[in-house]
């Protein structure tokens, strides 16, 4: 009579199976270099945009400042002809550069936040975690262009009401969306590295406030670079802003722009900002 048969013994951790002692005393390995960057960018930027969640009153606010420029100002010049814009009305010219010089006033103050977190001792936790610290400036950097996004969507249904001839081609809207994220990303990169110089929020505050409007009068928002002065024109153009803004007409209006050099211009600018304000980040949360 032949007995039941009988079951395979499972492998023990002492001696059973190969390699099952090692995955037992060995953790695995983590994943690092270019492969978890990505994830951990826009972990950052998901973290940063959860703020809004809690207190929405900024994005309000903020609203308010481009409404009356295009309102105001735009509605005005409009009437008085003043400026030549290439045969197109005053507050269509405008929009445009209102657009970028909102999203440019939501970064340059991104630096206060870094400064806030560095007192509430957050800064130091972070860093020693394994995520690089370009990942935490660049996901700061395309939070702030999220919001600036949100900005830029108020801005355009307020020129919209006002009968500003924009275009609603979706490819030109996703080209838009990419200036808009791109140039806040350079200008909150400035404030986090003009942050890691200064150390204070008082010092940040005063630098921010001393560097938006010439940045701003200092680019194509308002007038076209061929009625500036010479010197006026240099500036004009080392100035990210004036990309920013040429990027932004050409798509929405359908002037003559040069895409290519302004989308060059506008991703260097934001690499070169995410490399030095990655470079201060030890200092500052020292």
Request: charged fraction near 15%.
């Amino acid at each position: 009579m032949s007995g039941a048969p009988v079951a395979p013994r499972p492998a023990s951790a002492e001696g059973g199976g190969p390699g099952r002692l090692d995955l037992l005393l060995v953790a695995p390995r983590a994943r690092t270099g270019w492969r978890v960057l990505p994830a951990r960018v826009v972990a950052m930027c998901v973290v940063e945009l959860q703020k809004l969640r809690h207190d929405r009153t900024e994005l309000y606010t903020r609203a308010v400042q481009p409404a009356l420029w295009l309102l105001i100002f735009g509605e005005t010049f409009t009437r008085i002809k003043a400026i030549p814009t290439q045969g197109i009305p005053y507050i269509d010219f405008l929009a445009p550069g209102i657009i970028a010089q909102s999203a440019m006033f939501i970064a340059i103050f991104y630096g206060i936040m870094i400064i806030w977190e560095r007192d509430a001792g957050i800064l130091t936790k972070l860093l020693v975690t394994p995520t690089p610290r370009a990942a935490l400036i660049s996901g700061k950097a395309f939070a702030s262009g999220v919001k600036a996004l949100i900005q830029a969507v108020v801005v355009i249904v307020i020129a919209a009401a006002l009968g500003v001839g924009l275009t609603w081609n979706p490819l030109k809207l996703l080209g838009v969306a990419v200036a808009v994220v791109l140039g806040s990303a350079f200008f909150s990169c400035l404030s986090m590295t003009i942050a890691g110089i200064v150390l204070t929020r008082d010092r940040l505050m005063g630098i921010g406030q001393a560097i938006t409007m010439p940045l701003f009068f200092a680019s194509n928002a308002l007038y076209p670079v061929a009625i500036m002065p010479g010197w006026l024109q240099v500036v004009s153009k080392i100035n990210p802003l004036s990309y920013q803004v040429d990027a932004l007409r050409g798509l929405l209006l359908g002037t003559p722009s040069h895409l290519l050099l302004d989308y060059g211009v506008l991703l260097g600018a934001a690499l070169l900002g995410i490399v030095a304000a990655s470079s201060l980040l030890g200092r500052l949360a020292r």
